[in-house]
């Protein structure tokens, strides 16, 4: 989440991502009603937005990070509003000369945000759109055809850091995601730690981890929170890595 735990410390933390083998950095935009994220990601928020920290300032973070990292994609995962108070074609033009890679707007579906589909494609931004086990086949059809970069599969019927993972439902529902669209596919909520990542990483092209991250720099405060994350990630690495490469029709 950007501005959490303080504001100077965001950049720093997604650098210590990367260097813990991250291959890409999903950085949170505060909003003060995030409806899909649970408790942890909620107080986040909060934090951050206390601090003061708004859209603009998001951007002003990419380009820092920017700044000694041009190559680790990077993401930002928001809700709708703070787009649009901004403008959508402001923004749009803002993100991608900041160096956004891709948008994943929660709360905007394929048939509400088509300008913002439109002027993402022509500024060289990735519209990344979720996907739940409660998606119908035509949800499916309609957000293959519009997304790209990836597509986020939500793991669960649930908010953000919600429940216990169910890995063979997951992988049940993967098939039919993978029929319908070549785009790669990254499994989140509910990716705990380094077995969870391993049994995902067998079948998915991705695992995402948030709300555990968060939940990381929460416990070790601002001193310790850049250790303390590279030190959680590390082994989720390694997990991943473990895996024999595969190859899927």
């Known amino acids: 989440m950007a501005g959490d735990p303080e504001p100077a410390l965001t950049v720093p933390l997604a650098h210590a991502l990367v260097e813990a083998g991250a291959d890409i950095v999903e950085l949170g935009v505060p909003f003060s009603d995030p409806m899909a994220d649970g408790p942890v990601n909620q107080r986040s928020a909060e934090r951050a937005?206390?601090?003061?920290?708004?859209?603009?300032?998001?951007?002003?973070?990419?380009?820092?990070?920017?700044?000694?990292d041009g190559a680790t994609p990077l993401v930002l995962m928001g809700y709708a509003n703070p787009i649009e108070a901004m403008g959508v074609?402001?923004?749009?033009?803002?993100?991608?000369?900041?160096?956004?890679?891709?948008?994943?707007?929660?709360?905007?579906?394929?048939?509400?945000?088509?300008?913002?589909?439109?002027?993402?494609?022509?500024?060289?931004?990735?519209?990344?759109f979720l996907l739940a086990p409660t998606s119908t086949d035509a949800r499916i059809r309609e957000v293959a055809r519009v997304a790209s970069g990836y597509l986020y599969y939500v793991s669960l019927k649930g908010i953000t850091g919600a429940g216990n993972i169910d890995?063979?439902?997951?992988a049940a529902h993967l098939p039919k995601l993978r029929a319908a669209s070549d785009?790669?596919?990254?499994?989140?909520?509910?990716?705990?730690?380094?077995?969870?990542?391993?049994?995902?990483?067998?079948?998915?092209?991705a695992v995402v981890?948030?709300?555990?991250?968060?939940?990381?720099i929460e416990a070790a405060g601002p001193q310790r929170a850049v250790a303390e994350l590279k030190a959680f990630l590390a082994p989720v690495r390694a997990a991943l890595d473990s895996l024999s490469p595969q190859v899927r029709t």
């Not at 785009?183 to 092209?205: H, K, M, Q, T, W």
Request: proline content about 3%; hydrophobic content about 55%.
């Open 167 to 170: 890995i063979a439902d997951v």
């Open 183 to 205: 785009l790669p596919i990254g499994v989140g909520f509910g990716i705990r730690d380094a077995e969870s990542a391993r049994r995902i990483g067998e079948f998915a092209d």
């Open 209 to 216: 981890i948030g709300s555990r991250l968060i939940e990381v």
């Open 89 to 128: 074609a402001r923004f749009v033009t803002l993100a991608g000369a900041a160096g956004v890679d891709g948008l994943i707007v929660v709360d905007a579906p394929p048939e509400e945000c088509v300008e913002l589909v439109r002027l993402a494609a022509a500024n060289g931004i990735d519209m990344i």
């Open 49 to 68: 937005l206390k601090h003061g920290v708004g859209l603009a300032d998001v951007l002003g973070m990419v380009r820092e990070f920017r700044a000694t």
